[in-house]
C-alpha cells in the first residue's frame, strides 16, 4: 500500500473516532461497544466487496486470493451458526430463503453456463452472502438489534464517504479523472481511491449517510453540530460523486420521511424554497449538473444505457425461460454488468430466476407496509422503520440503473442485512401489538 493510500486510510479513521464522540456519533458507538466480535464481522464482510481492485494484475490478483480466503471463512463461520441453530432460518424470514433458492439456482445454472466456472464461483459468493445475512438474523432479539445494524451501516458509510473525500484531497487527479466524453463545468465524478469505489457506488452510500442521519435527527428531534456535520459532509460527497439516480433515490427517500413523519410544514417550506430558487436560476443549474456535461440526446438515452439495453433484451429472448447461467453476461456480452439488475437477472437465470430473485423485494415492501408507523408506535421503533424504508428506497432506485444485490456487490450484503432486519423489525413490532391487545382485554376482564 503506497503512503498516499495510507494517508486515506488513516485521516478516515481518526475522522470516524472523531465522530463518534458527539453526537449521533455517539449513538454508532454505543452499537459498536454493545456488540463489539458482531459488528467487527459485519465490518469484515462488507468490506470483502473491496478486496479485488488494485493498480497492477497481479495486486488485484493477490487481493481477490485474500477475498476468497475471506469468503471461504465467513461461508464456514455462517454455516456452522446457522446449522447449530435452525431458528436462524426462522428469525430470517422468507425473504432470506427465496435469496437462498435464488444463489442455489445460480449454481445449478452451471450446467448450461457457457462458463460454469465462473458461474459456479460467482453463485458461490452469493450464497456465501446469503447465509451470512441468515447467521446475523440470531443477534435479532429486539428492537436494540435491528437499530445496532443500522448504526453499523451508518459507520461504514461514514467511513466510506471519508474515504473518498480525503482520495480528492491527497490525490485528486485520480480521484476524480477527466472525462472523455462529456465536456464542460458539470462533466466531473469523483471516485473512491482506496478502497476503489465507483462514482455511482460513491454517490449512494453518501445518500443513505445523509438519509439515516436525517432520519435520527427528526425522530428524535437531536440537532446537535456534529449530526449536521455528518449531513454536510454526506451532501458534498453526493454532490462530487454526481450519480443522478442515486440523489433521486435520497430525494424520494426524504419526501416519504417528511410526508410519512407528518412533518407538513417542513415539507412546505422546502417546496417554497425550491420553487423560488428556480425562479432565480436555480433549474438551470440543475440541469447542467444532471446533464453532466452530456449532449440532450445522450442524457435522453440514459447515457446510451436504452440503446444497450435493446441488445441485451435480444439475448434474453434467446433463453427466456432460465437464461444462460448466472454471471452468464461476461461471457455474451463481454461486460461484468448490464447497467439494470433486474435486466441481467433475467439474462441470466431468465424468467424463473426472476420470479424468485424478486420475491424477497416483495417481501420486504409487505413487511414495511405492515408495520407502517402510527401515533401508538414508539419513537424509536419510529426512528428504524424510516431508516430501514431509507436504505430500501434508495437500493431499488439504484437496481434500476446499475449492478446492486443480483451478485456479489457491497449492495447485496445491504439487502441481506435489510431482509433479516425488516423481518426482525415486523416480528418484534407485531409481537408489540399483540401484547398491547392482551394486556387490554385483561384488563377490561378485571373491570368486568
Not at 163 to 186: L, T
Not at 350 to 372: A, D, E, H, S
Given at each position: 500500500m503506497g503512503f498516499k493510500y495510507f494517508l486515506i486510510v488513516f485521516f478516515s479513521i481518526i475522522?470516524?473516532?472523531?465522530?463518534?464522540?458527539?453526537?449521533?456519533?455517539?449513538q454508532w458507538k454505543h452499537s459498536l461497544l454493545k456488540y463489539k466480535w458482531q459488528s467487527l464481522l459485519l465490518i469484515v464482510w462488507f468490506g470483502s466487496v473491496f478486496l479485488g481492485g488494485g493498480e497492477t494484475i497481479e495486486e488485484a490478483n493477490h487481493l481477490r486470493t485474500y477475498r476468497a480466503i475471506i469468503l471461504g471463512c465467513l461461508g464456514l463461520l455462517a454455516t456452522c451458526g446457522v446449522l447449530t441453530r435452525f431458528s436462524c432460518f426462522r428469525k430470517s424470514g422468507n425473504g432470506a430463503l427465496w435469496f437462498l433458492l435464488y444463489a442455489f439456482f445460480g449454481m445449478v445454472s452451471a450446467v448450461y453456463s457457457p462458463d460454469y466456472v465462473i458461474t459456479l464461483w460467482k453463485s458461490f459468493e452469493v450464497f456465501v452472502f446469503v447465509v451470512m445475512g441468515v447467521y446475523i438474523s440470531r443477534f435479532i432479539n429486539d428492537?436494540?438489534?435491528?437499530?445496532?445494524?443500522?448504526?453499523?451501516?451508518?459507520?461504514?458509510?461514514?467511513?466510506?464517504?471519508?474515504?473518498?473525500?480525503?482520495?480528492?484531497?491527497?490525490?485528486?487527479?485520480?480521484?476524480?479523472?477527466?472525462?472523455?466524453?462529456?465536456?464542460?463545468?458539470?462533466?466531473?465524478?469523483?471516485?473512491?481511491?482506496?478502497p476503489a469505489?465507483?462514482?455511482?457506488?460513491?454517490?449512494?452510500?453518501?445518500?443513505?449517510?445523509?438519509?439515516l442521519s436525517l432520519n435520527y435527527i427528526f425522530s428524535l428531534k437531536k440537532y446537535s453540530f456534529i449530526s449536521m456535520l455528518v449531513i454536510g459532509i454526506g451532501c458534498i460527497t453526493l454532490i462530487?460523486?454526481?450519480?443522478?439516480?442515486?440523489?433521486?433515490?435520497?430525494?424520494?427517500?426524504v419526501s416519504v420521511m417528511l410526508i410519512v413523519g407528518r412533518h407538513y410544514i417542513l415539507a412546505g417550506l422546502l417546496g417554497v424554497i425550491i420553487f423560488t430558487g428556480m425562479l432565480f436560476g436555480l433549474g438551470?443549474?440543475?440541469?447542467?449538473?444532471?446533464?453532466?456535461?452530456?449532449?440532450?440526446?445522450?442524457?435522453?438515452?440514459?447515457?446510451g444505457r436504452l440503446d444497450f439495453w435493446e441488445i441485451v433484451w435480444n439475448v434474453f429472448l434467446q433463453s427466456p425461460i432460465v437464461g444462460h447461467g448466472f454471471y452468464a453476461q461476461k461471457a455474451i456480452l463481454g461486460t461484468s454488468t448490464v447497467d439494470?439488475?433486474?435486466?441481467?437477472?433475467?439474462?441470466?437465470?431468465?424468467?424463473?430466476?426472476?420470479?424468485?430473485?424478486?420475491?424477497?423485494?416483495?417481501?420486504?415492501?409487505?413487511?414495511?407496509?405492515?408495520?407502517?408507523?402510527?401515533?401508538l408506535t414508539e419513537t424509536t421503533e419510529k426512528l428504524v422503520w424510516f431508516q430501514l424504508s431509507s436504505i430500501f428506497i434508495i437500493l431499488i432506485m439504484r437496481s434500476l440503473t446499475g449492478p446492486t444485490f443480483q451478485d456479489f456487490h457491497s449492495n447485496l450484503c445491504l439487502m441481506m442485512l435489510l431482509i433479516v432486519s425488516v423481518n426482525g423489525y415486523k416480528n418484534i413490532i407485531i409481537k408489540g401489538r399483540m401484547d398491547v391487545k392482551s394486556d387490554l382485554k385483561n384488563s377490561m376482564e378485571k373491570i368486568k
Open positions: 475522522s470516524c473516532l472523531i465522530i463518534c464522540q458527539f453526537g449521533i456519533g455517539k428492537i436494540e438489534g435491528v437499530r445496532w445494524i443500522v448504526d453499523i451501516i451508518s459507520l461504514i458509510m461514514l467511513y466510506l464517504v471519508f474515504s473518498i473525500m480525503y482520495g480528492v484531497i491527497i490525490v485528486p487527479a485520480e480521484a476524480m479523472p477527466a472525462f472523455s466524453v462529456s465536456k464542460g463545468a458539470m462533466a466531473f465524478a469523483a471516485y473512491g481511491v482506496f469505489i465507483n462514482a455511482n457506488s460513491g454517490t449512494q452510500y453518501a445518500a443513505i449517510l445523509i438519509s462530487l460523486t454526481h450519480s443522478r439516480t442515486s440523489i433521486l433515490g435520497l430525494v424520494l427517500a438551470d443549474l440543475s440541469k447542467a449538473y444532471f446533464y453532466r456535461g452530456q449532449s440532450e440526446a445522450v442524457f435522453s438515452t440514459m447515457s439494470n439488475t433486474y435486466l441481467q437477472v433475467l439474462v441470466n437465470l431468465g424468467v424463473v430466476g426472476l420470479f424468485i430473485f424478486l420475491m424477497p423485494i416483495f417481501k420486504i415492501t409487505r413487511q414495511l407496509l405492515k408495520t407502517y408507523p402510527n401515533k
